[in-house]
């Protein structure tokens, strides 16, 4: 099996660096999928997948928005998983997860293993407990041709309590990304980029370039584009140039393209998948116009 | 409904400050209950369950050693939480959660939420992402008598990597509890603690009055006894003297108390439990004797 840094930069030099956020808000799924239940919240989310296969290289569910409504909720998850991986998408199930190492194998096994029931590409870990905490999902990444992803700085404004704070000379998110240098070259793979990644929700360039001097081979999920304000320079900010296109990682919307007012308006399924899919690609199209051409498409080159 | 912190210490006075953690780790689950699968963790948990009603207050299931298995294995953790809470125990949902707003809802419903799917008593959540993240937590706890249970210092060898180094003047752990005061204080119960419990993992006795001295009103969770290794000495030094006995949380222990060598040599159910209540029994003794008296005894007190 291919490594997940080669597929994730395949996917993303094909049709663009969008990954797909599906975070079922409770009072938001349409009526047209039954509502907000663990059957309502499987059919919206497979929805979703229907609608960005093609057009997204990768979605990335919000397990907290699925586990919300316990063992069906979590059935839900396996069910978008599944669907995705099925379309052709790659998957980041965003979970946050840590613990001491032999919990921390539960979760391993559970989002990277072999036969893991939620099966994905990637999974999101908290790096609070330490490096020896990351290592069972390094291990199944290593094993599996998966990938890990360590927050590092987020986009809430609370990140600024702990992550942003002076630890000897440079802000704890950084110390973070230092500790985590063994490990971004442990999971260095052909196409240049490490499995890997790093949550990285710059709050402007400057801080996502020093990110990105401090690791240069870790790509980057890069939250906070789109609903959450931030626009598709800001984005791509510590992306860097590889031939004729920006490379570093994938950039998430959620909500301006799964809940776009559009999608509010639609009568019918037909019209609520036009709907979400003129609102990946125009997000898409934004973004690619920044970062470069896609495989298929000319060499317009911004920025 | 009484607050959690009024719960927890009024077990804790009648019973002592056991915590038995439920951690169905793979290749451990005994034949008896049907081995490593979702029904198995189930039966077992259920099990340890039954052997613990009446002589611990306090349970802690390892939510991600029931994840590994899926939904199926979540719908084994709700089992045992609702075995639990039926047989007078209050359970601690040890999830390791946290995220940004939205999905921290996601997670503070799914654990603390009127009608939640893993109704718990407390949850262990994260601190890394930000005080803000963990509002929602704190927001059901005070509605709904529950418990939030924060990592500071956890007992891990990985845990001098990020929680110990200085930030400022002081370690990153003291920076969390210093942010979590006013938290602490919101969450005051009449019992003179607060439903916002620390994860104390103390590397020893000076670090453990630190933490103390830094949260007077907050109990610790304290892990690492028994089978990892310290000794209730050096489990209780951040508890303090209230009437005749010592206060400041519940000590957990795990796999001294769920997997003791002569359950494993136990054929049959009752034998199973016997040896299961022993060592429960054995390790509750331990701690009562520096402690001191429960409600029910004699006032003895050590230390």
Redesign the interface.
Known sequence: MSDFASRMTGSARRLGPLCVGI?P??GRIPDLFGGDTPDGISRWGRGVVAAAAGRAGIVKP?V????????????AL?DVCAAAREAGLLVIA?A????????????A??YL?VDA??ACDAVTV????????LEPFLREAEANGKGVIV?AR??????????A????GAP?YA??VQ?LAPAIARLMGPSGWSSLMLVAGATGPDEARELRALAPGAPFLVPGYGAQGSGARDALAGFVRRGNRLEGGVVNASRSVTFPASADAAGDMAAWTSAIRAAIDAAQADLVALSGATENAGSVIGG
């Open positions: 975070d808000h409770p919000q907290g928005l699925f586990e919300r409504h316990g063992p069906e909720g979590m059935r396996q965003d946050k997860r840590g613990d001491i190492g032999s919990t921390a194998e539960g979760y096994r559970a293993g029931p939620f908290n790096p609070y407990m330490g490096i020896d905490t927050l987020t986009s809430n404004p609370g990140s600024a309590d702990f992550q704070k002076d630890m000897g704890l110390r973070v500790a």
